[in-house]
């Protein structure tokens, strides 16, 4: 397979970078963060102006219906630039669920609005204890709680999933449904998430596939996420590079003692390791095993980016850990990405499941 970027791809990689660049500074990051939702609208709309919110999306529900490994090229530049607009969850996730579960109507109704950006759906499906539904004459109404809803602020609706008589369902659910409260909660990255409670909420539709068709959207989310991660080592490992060029301690650089360069080369071996475990997935883009070796990289990454955001940090000192730094905003999303949905070794466990 020939990993060189296509010209779709050094394309969408150069879009990205210019955004990040023109866009993205560490106090602008801040001062998006502490937006209402918890990014810029104003991002929003120019990434949907770019056409990035149809990137993904099937060109059946008007989208461009692009490969993962453009997916990848442009979630690695949105890491490397760290970008806080929610692409992955809103659209590679949210988006492509409700279009590929809606009927026709039901697609249609939304389905410009997504490629635009206009409107944005969130996925409800972490919870803490199983809740049920129950039929009614006036369709299915829905009670419980999601504890962990990211990018579910300023949605339009939500994918909710819940357990009725045929089993876990998805059902799309209005923001402004009479009983749904959303109570914001800030993640350890900055990004904001919702709690959702649900007060015999009434659905409006419910979604075809179930769990399967989430088994089915999922595996190019994580590989976005992973693809994310790698942006952000690559930023941060790069930035460290230059500071141990630089930073003098007893007038010698940093970089010249050996524990720390032995330190720097293992990270930059994690981090090619990384690259060729994503590459990996591509490969198997289509075929049975990409969900399973989509897992398999997110293991290993979710693993050793935390490690080396952890080393990047002691490499700083004391600063490290600010927010005058990218380096301790690095490694805040690569802990919340490493972690979300699963842990690596719950990740390990699927990778070895599917394997077997």
């Not at 008007?62 to 979630?75: D, E, H, I, Y």
């Not at 709680?145 to 300023?154: F, I, S």
Request: charged content about 20%.
């Amino acid at each position: 397979m020939n990993f060189d970027l296509s010209e779709e791809e050094t394309m969408l990689e150069a879009l990205a970078d210019r955004f990040a660049a023109e866009r993205y500074d560490i106090e602008r990051r801040r001062t998006y963060q502490a937006q209402p939702y918890g990014f810029s609208q104003e991002n929003w709309d120019m990434l949907g102006e770019f056409g990035l919110m149809a990137a993904p999306v099937a060109p059946e529900h008007g989208g461009l219906g692009l490969t993962a490994g453009a997916m990848v090229t442009l979630f690695m530049a949105l890491g490397r630039g760290l970008v806080v607009e929610p692409l992955c969850e809103s659209v590679l996730v949210g988006s492509r669920l409700l279009l590929a579960g809606a009927d026709e109507s039901l697609a249609a109704h939304w389905a410009d609005d997504l490629c635009s950006g206009r409107r944005r759906v969130a996925l409800a499906h972490c919870e803490r204890t199983t809740r049920g539904v129950a039929a009614s004459a006036q369709g299915v109404r829905i009670s419980g709680e999601k504890h962990c809803v990211p990018a579910g602020l300023g949605a339009d609706a939500y994918i909710v999933s819940a357990v009725g008589d045929q089993g876990v369902e998805l059902y799309l659910v209005p923001a402004d449904a009479p009983g749904l409260s959303v109570t914001p909660w800030r993640m350890i990255d900055g990004s904001l998430a919702a709690l959702l409670r649900f007060d015999n909420v009434e659905a409006s539709h419910r979604l075809s596939g179930g769990l399967g068709l989430l088994d089915a959207i999922m595996p190019l989310a994580d590989l976005a996420r992973a693809a994310e991660a790698v942006g952000v080592m690559q930023r941060i490992f790069d930035e460290s590079l230059e500071y141990l060029r630089t930073r003098s301690q007893f007038n010698t650089a940093l970089g010249r003692f050996q524990a720390i360069q032995h330190r720097m080369v293992a990270h930059y071996a994690a981090l090619e390791q990384s690259k060729a475990l994503i590459n990996s997935a591509l490969v198997a883009e289509g075929q049975e095993g990409f969900a399973s070796a989509v897992h398999g990289a997110r293991a290993f990454i979710s693993q050793v980016s935390v490690e080396l955001g952890h080393d990047m940090i002691q490499f700083h000192g004391g600063m490290g850990v600010t927010d005058e730094l990218s380096i301790g905003h690095g490694h805040k999303r690569l802990v919340l990405l490493s972690r979300w949905p699963e842990d690596p070794l719950a990740q390990l466990d699927r990778y070895a499941q599917e394997a077997a």
